[in-house]
């Protein structure tokens, strides 16, 4: 029974095409979130959702656009792909405050995406 | 800014031979100091949060420590499978964002 899943793992496209990352926690958390790790393997916050609601937002490129249908869900949406945007992309879940434990984030598998 | 260097960048040890990793931090008011391991190909899985000066954990080989402006990760008779990279984050005031270390890639050999 996975925690936080995100789909697909790897991803190859073609620079200029749009392209969406799925992610779904079944913890019963109320904030997802999308991190960046680059090839330096630096993770770097993108967004954060708490209940349906953006709360963070690190001066990411407005082609990129989080979808969250749902607390248990937080998609990525990327326009136009750029080179730069290879990367790997982590989704992860917590309860916003309500002090430890509850606050850890617990991240996903990843997605690998590679923009030829 | 929240700032965060972990040192070494790697780390090769044997079998046995006990070593600690160090994360650097500055941050207008810590809310959490985490410690996740991360292997290759996955995702980060968390292991420890620490919130204040003086504050241990411990979990098999690994003990983490906090001071105010740095902490340590204790690594005691690693094992190969204690290989991965480990990453440092510390939560500041704003919000529930993480700043993450370049981390530490620890490689045991037997």
């Known amino acids: 029974d996975t925690a936080v899943s995100q789909t697909p793992k790897y991803l190859v496209t073609q620079m200029g095409n749009d392209k969406s990352i799925k992610c779904e926690q079944n913890l019963g958390h109320d904030t997802m979130y999308w991190y960046k790790q680059d090839s330096k393997k630096f993770l770097k916050i993108m967004f954060s959702?708490?209940?349906?609601?953006?709360?963070i937002n690190e001066t990411v490129p407005n082609r990129f656009s989080p979808k969250s249908p749902d607390k248990a869900h937080l998609n990525l949406h990327i326009n136009s792909l750029e080179l730069g945007d290879s990367a790997v992309y982590f989704c992860?879940?917590?309860?916003?405050?309500?002090?430890?434990?509850?606050?850890?984030?617990?991240f996903g598998p990843g997605t690998r995406l590679l923009v030829l | 800014e929240d700032q965060v260097t972990q040192s070494p960048e790697a780390l090769r040890l044997q079998e046995g031979e006990s070593s600690s990793l160090n994360c650097s931090y500055t941050?207008?008011?810590?809310?959490?100091l985490f410690w996740y391991r991360q292997d290759p190909g996955k995702g980060p899985e968390f292991l420890f949060t620490?919130?204040?000066a003086g504050e241990e954990k411990e979990k098999e080989r690994l003990k983490a420590t906090l001071t105010k402006k740095e902490s340590f990760l204790h690594i005691t008779a690693p094992k190969p499978e204690d290989s991965a990279t480990y990453l440092c984050a510390v939560r500041g005031p704003a919000g529930n964002m993480l700043t993450f270390g370049g981390g530490t890639r620890l490689m045991v050999k037997p």
């Open positions: 620490l919130y204040s």
């Open positions: 959702y708490n209940n349906k609601e953006l709360i």
């Open positions: 941050v207008s008011g810590l809310r959490g």
């Open positions: 992860a879940s917590s309860e916003r405050g309500g002090g430890p434990p509850r606050e850890t984030q617990y």
